[in-house]
């Protein structure tokens, strides 16, 4: 049997594959215009004719239709009255002193929102009952709009969801694909409510003709799909539930982190990916931090997913001058194509032309040297540039890439200090191909004492894939003050939520001995409008005043508590493909491992500098500043401030000086 990973990117697509008891990677170029038939021709190199594959994939496809506005032609509808309620939102202005702002137009346009008569009240009552008659009308509209899709969304729904199941059968019966608000997330506030079953409306069709066509064209024995949650589902639960599939890339890369920090013995890092569009950023304290306060493009998403920051600082992001006469970096990227100058085609520099320019990206060495980089291309694209913003050419290059480690640095501090969380505890994991150019810099920046940067960096989020158990979330509304407030009934109500993801994770595959229920609770002060989610413990009530306390300084114990919600975090452990550990301790480095020796620009001086292949390094090597070590999926740079070290299972381990 074969096990690939499969991690499709802007500017690459990453295949993790576990063959002959061994593992192996493959990069290809993506193809914004077909992404899936990139991942059928990385299938099809690695396992040829072989039919025995299980296949885990995180895409971008479900993003992608948000951000370019491509997703399917959808409707809502909902109750009388309150057809408007996800353009009206909480009101909220992002940029509060942008005198031009306009909010981010809704994914369902007005003329296509419908409203019936029916009403149900917050204690879950039906007040009016619906008129099935009226629901036919509006599908007959549908249908001659041209409909593709339809979310149902009514108030109080989590309450009392007859209306909704009647309004889906209907709607199923006529062929629409259709998301119900009370199965994709049964909790209150309506307009979130009413967002995240959007989104799964708006992205649902083309998920399932991505993934269908992949089905149909690879015939594969297992087919899973990377969640955000860190988790997989099955393709067919993918396609029912797409929303949950929004940013499954960037998660892969997180539990890829975790896994192999837990292998290691590490349980304190940020994850820092960078890639060829954007970087992302997350924070891994024991466990991966999940939220259920996620946005995309300001839509927000309040299913459960790794709470991940992302920039537009990539190694494809364009520099440019702006309208002040500043160097400026991203957010725009140049893409796959035409991609950066060095690669060929583009003609705006990018991060990536920086450090080539800067000799940190080798030419001969770029993907193991398949792609060979054009560097002589550079020099009229700088020299132009570099007029304009009245620099040398040298300062032009090192100006792109201390603007970019700026970008990220910021994205760190908001999931660190921000979170109050000191980076100097932490250990910085990263990856994404161009991760490694980077980190020590802003290691450096963040007094981060140490950074780790596993084997194929720029696979890891595939690789995540691979490692990842299968994962469901459930929820509850239950609204229940403290004295009213019933160990038991509690115990009642995730008992419901338990049998449920027992059949979901068996449908998965799951033996019922690999099934891990985890059972959580949204509380909060009564009159509080945010909520803390605490684990469903004997003194869960305690449990919640201490960690009001470390979040926010302070715990009010006299105060009455609530529970809010009930979750249900359902995990089926999936057998693990063992990492592969040294015995063996080398202090001499490999006579093969030895390139050459290379000029490098480091702060603005020429160093010479030591050039090593990674796949000739061992456990105990120590490798001396400057150096750069090249591998098949990244570049890492070794600045004179660090020195580098090989662990036993491979990773690079950079010390900076304190």
Known sequence: MIVIGVDTGGTFTDFVYYKDGKWGVLKLLSDPKNPGKVVIEGKNIIAGENKDIILIHGSTVATNAILEKKGAKAALITNKGFEDIIDIGRQNRSQLYNLKYRKTQSLISPEHRYGVKC????????LKDLDSQEVENIIEELINQG?????????????????????????KKSGFYYSLSSEILNEFREYERMSTTVVNTYVGPKIARYLQFLKDNMGLK????????????????????????????PAGGVIGAYEIGKFMGIDKLITFD???????????????????????????????MISIHTVGAGGGSIAFIDKGGALRVGPISAGADPGPICYGKGEEITVTDANCFLNRLLPDYFLG????????????????????ANLDVGELAEGVISISNTVMEKAIRVITIEKGFDPKEFTLFTFGGAGALHACFLAKLLNIPRVLIP????????????????????????????????????????????????????????????????????????????????????NFIDVFHKEHERLYGYANRGKETEVVNIRLRAIGKREKLKLERSE???????????????????????????????EYLRNGNVIKPPAIIVEHTSTIVVPPFCTASVDEIGNVILELES
């Open 119 to 126: 009403r149900v009240d917050y204690s879950g009552t039906i």
């Open 147 to 171: 409909i593709e899709s339809v979310a149902v969304c009514l108030l109080f729904s989590f309450k009392e969801h007859k209306h909704e199941r009647i309004i889906g059968e209907l709607l």
């Open 222 to 249: 297992g087919f899973s799909i990377m969640q955000s949650n860190g988790g997989i589902i099955s393709a067919d639960t993918a396609i029912n539930e797409s929303v949950r599939t929004v940013l499954s890339g």
């Open 274 to 304: 960078m890639g060829g569009t954007s970087t992302d950023v997350s924070l891994i304290d024991k466990e991966p931090i999940l939220t259920t306060e996620s946005k995309i493009d300001e839509y927000p998403i309040k299913v459960p």
């Open 369 to 388: 040297g398949k792609m060979r980089l054009d560097k002589h291309r550079l020099y009229p694209f700088f020299e132009k540039l570099a007029k304009k």
């Open 455 to 538: 084997q194929n960096p720029g696979t890891l989020s595939a690789i995540g894939m691979v490692l990842a158990d299968v994962v469901k979330d459930y929820s509850k509304t239950v609204m229940l003050k403290e004295n009213e407030i019933k160990t038991n009934e509690l115990k009642d109500l995730l008992k419901d939520l338990c049998k449920r993801a027992t059949k979901d994770l068996l449908f998965e595959g799951i033996d019922e001995k690999d099934i891990l229920l985890e059972k959580f609770l949204d509380m909060r002060y009564v009159g509080q409008s945010y909520e803390i989610t605490v684990p469903f413990v004997d």
């Open 584 to 614: 063996e301790t080398f202090s001499k480095i490999d006579d093969r491992a030895i390139i050459c020796k290379r000029d490098v620009i480091f702060d603005g001086k020429t160093l010479k500098t030591d050039i090593y292949k990674r």
